[in-house]
């Protein structure tokens, strides 16, 4: 299946913006620590969610799914798990969390094997791995050095140990784990990236009243976490995620007409509301109120200078905009968006490009300047924000793009193309007809 989409002259409507993807999975995985029942309102339902959610099923938890909620019925740490392989598809976040919370179960001397998908089975994670082996686990590759799938055993005992901040995946697993590991942790980190998703997590552990101490050293940042604590069961409602409406936030900005976004915390701990600011600073108009934003489209945009190292998801649809923004835009210091479901920076440059964009590659980065953008066939890269940002591309070009892969949505924002068309967007996810 491949999505079509036509130029696009008009947005107007409401739409509410699910529930963030990142809240959701953290969300799931302290349910699942926690002993008791905890009930969550507003979770995205997605792939990487419900890949989550089959996880903790089979860590023990048992989990009704209804129409507006979710209980998860857990009886907490140690886990209790009866099957030999764990399998976390391609989530990143799913993946990465679940890796010390093997070390918190029942018979953890009988080593697990945890597998996941393609795309997962091309990132390293040698980092995280040497740093579980510092913390008392033991870590096999079952294939590919550096690779998943491994096999682990132990349990997790707390210790000192030292992780690469390239992702801040990494750091979030261990802080969210090491309080319930049997000892004090100390976790150092060199050049963290991603910090905004670093403060959801503390977020989630402040709420909890986990006790932590976070100091910085130059280009270190050192966690110290206090072991044999407890998560308590919650009944919470999830965010809406200022990832997903990202897409209608630069969609509503480059299209004429007027869009409202429900759902979305401005005080939110997700970085990704920075995209309001940037665009503000850029010229476009946005309303903001405690529920919800107001985007009149087809204002002129000022081109930028964008440090997106927080803010690695937003560089496709910062690109987007970016070609029609007057002057020069330049992305930079984001070069960790090469490790994403595909290298973003080259998928968009690519992308772009054969949609007659005036774009430059760089390590970190992208410069593009205005320019008018051309329909035309393009590839999504297996990226659900690839194929999302190249939609609006295609919104805001003349004739028709073609963009593959567009399943790929699914991983986080399987209604995106009916909401987009529910504002008059033209799309359509088909099959393309070969001769």
């Not at 993807?21 to 002993?35: D, E, G, P, Q, Y």
């Not at 938890?61 to 598809?89: C, D, F, R, W």
């Not at 179960?105 to 597998?115: F, G, P, T, V």
């Not at 529920?291 to 690695?312: F, H, S, V, Y």
Request: hydrophobic share 40%.
């Amino acid at each position: 299946m491949s999505l079509f989409v036509n130029k696009t002259t008009m947005l107007a409507g409401r739409v509410v913006v699910p529930g963030s993807k990142s809240h959701s999975i953290r969300a799931v995985f302290l349910s699942l620590m926690a002993s008791g029942d905890s009930i969550l309102l507003n979770m995205l339902d997605s792939d990487d969610t419900q890949t989550a959610l089959t996880v903790c099923r089979n860590l023990g938890a048992n989990i009704v799914e209804a129409k507006n909620s979710l209980m998860i019925k857990s009886n907490g740490l140690p886990l209790t798990i009866h099957s030999q392989t764990v399998y976390s598809g391609d989530s990143g976040v799913t993946t990465h969390f679940v890796m010390p919370i093997l070390g918190l179960r029942n018979n953890a001397d009988q080593s697990i094997i945890l597998d996941c998908g393609e795309q997962m089975r091309t990132r390293p994670i040698h980092s995280l791995v040497d740093a579980l082996r510092n913390l008392g686990l033991t870590v096999h590759y079952v294939q590919n050095e550096n690779k998943l799938p491994v096999r682990i055993s132990g349990r997790l005992m707390g210790g000192n140990a030292e992780v690469d901040g390239v992702t801040s995946q990494y750091l979030s697993a261990l802080l969210f784990a090491l309080p319930c590991a049997s000892g004090d942790s100390e976790i150092i980190v060199k050049n963290l990236q991603e910090r905004p998703y670093i403060d959801m997590t503390l977020h989630w552990l402040k709420s909890q009243a986990i006790q932590f101490q976070h100091r910085a050293i130059g280009d270190c940042d050192i966690y110290q976490i206090k072991g044999g604590q407890q998560y308590k069961n919650i009944h919470t409602a999830i965010p809406g995620d200022f990832s997903s409406a990202s897409f209608f936030i630069a969609a509503g900005v480059l299209v004429p007409g007027e869009i409202v976004l429900e759902g979305l915390d401005i005080n939110d701990s997700q970085g990704d509301k920075r995209l309001i600011a940037i665009l503000q600073d850029m010229g476009a108009d946005i309303d903001i109120t405690p529920k919800q934003l107001t985007i009149r489209g087809g204002k002129k945009l000022m081109g930028a200078r964008i440090d997106a190292n927080d803010i690695p998801d937003l560089l496709p649809v910062l690109a987007v905009l970016g070609t029609f923004a007057t002057g020069k835009t330049e992305i930079f210091n984001v070069a960790h968006a090469r490790i994403k479901e595909t290298d973003r920076i080259r998928s968009m440059a690519k992308g772009l490009a054969r949609m007659g964009a005036k774009i430059e590659e760089k390590e970190d980065g992208l410069t593009l300047f205005q320019g008018r953008l051309q329909g035309a066939e393009v590839e999504g890269k297996g990226d659900h924000r690839t194929v999302m940002a190249l939609s609006i591309a295609g919104m805001i070009a003349d004739g028709k793009t073609i963009i593959s892969d567009d399943s790929a949505i699914n991983k986080t924002f399987p209604t995106f193309v009916a909401l987009m068309k529910s504002l008059g967007a033209k799309m359509e996810s088909k099959n393309v007809v070969t001769a």
